[in-house]
């Protein structure tokens, strides 16, 4: 992987901090940034999907003052 797109990885997971208000929307956020880095990585769209929900839920939950 080039360093053009590892940097454009890192800054589109960067964008997992957005939360929504409910964890279903914090789910389907984390999942459009994972897969759009996964898309940009060559990687696996459902697997990018699955890691940006996940990750993009837990650090909502974890820091509810820092969404929103």
Request: glycine share 18%.
């Amino acid at each position: 992987m080039s360093k053009s797109k590892f940097t454009l990885a890192i800054l589109l997971c960067a964008g997992l901090a957005a939360c929504g208000n409910t964890i279903a929307e914090q789910g389907l956020g984390g999942a459009a940034v994972g897969a759009g880095a996964a898309a940009i990585t060559s990687g696996s769209l459902a697997q990018g999907a699955a890691i940006g929900a996940a990750g993009n839920i837990a650090y909502c939950q974890l820091n509810p003052g820092k969404c929103n």
